[in-house]
C-alpha cells in the first residue's frame, strides 16, 4: 500500500474488538444471566410481578447504566450495581447475595465465551505476513 505521501505502509500487528467480533459476547452474557437468575430463584428471590429471569436481570442492567451516576463507569461496576439493585427489588437484604450473584455471572460469562466458528481460519489467513491497509 502507498500512501499520500508515496511511502509504503504496512503493519506488523492488527487488534480486534473482542465482545461480538472474535467470539459471540451475547450468548456468553444470556448463558450467564440465566445462571444468575437461577442462583437468585434458588436464594428465594422473587420480583414484584413474577419470577427473576435473565431478561429481567438485562432491564434491570440497562436502567441501572443510564442512571447519570454511571456515565463513563466500568462495566464490571455496572453488573455489580445492577445486581445489587435486582437483589433490593426482591426485597432481599443481604448484601452478600449481590456479590455472590455477580461472581457467579463474571465467572460463568468468561467460561462460555467461544469464538465464531470463522475466526481460527481468518487469524490463520491473516498470520505470518505483514498487512497494508487502506489510507
Not at 6 to 31: E, I, N
Not at 70 to 85: D, K, P, Q, V, Y
Request: proline letters at 4%.
Amino acid at each position: 500500500m502507498t500512501s499520500r505521501a508515496g511511502v509504503r505502509r504496512s503493519y506488523g500487528a492488527l487488534s480486534f474488538d473482542g465482545d461480538g467480533t472474535p467470539w459471540d459476547f451475547d450468548s456468553a452474557m444470556r448463558q450467564a444471566l440465566e445462571d444468575a437468575a437461577r442462583l437468585l430463584r434458588e436464594a428465594g428471590a422473587f420480583r414484584p410481578g413474577g419470577p427473576v429471569t435473565a431478561g429481567w436481570l438485562r432491564e434491570v442492567r440497562d436502567h441501572v447504566s443510564g442512571r447519570e451516576e454511571f456515565r463513563g463507569r466500568t462495566m464490571e461496576s455496572i453488573r455489580l450495581a445492577s445486581f445489587r439493585r435486582a437483589v433490593a427489588e426482591c426485597g432481599i437484604s443481604d448484601a452478600g447475595l449481590a456479590r455472590e450473584v455477580y461472581e457467579t455471572y463474571m465467572q460463568a460469562r468468561w467460561e462460555r465465551l467461544r469464538t465464531y466458528q470463522e475466526v481460527p481460519g481468518a487469524l490463520a489467513a491473516l498470520g505470518g505476513r505483514p498487512w497494508a491497509l487502506p489510507g
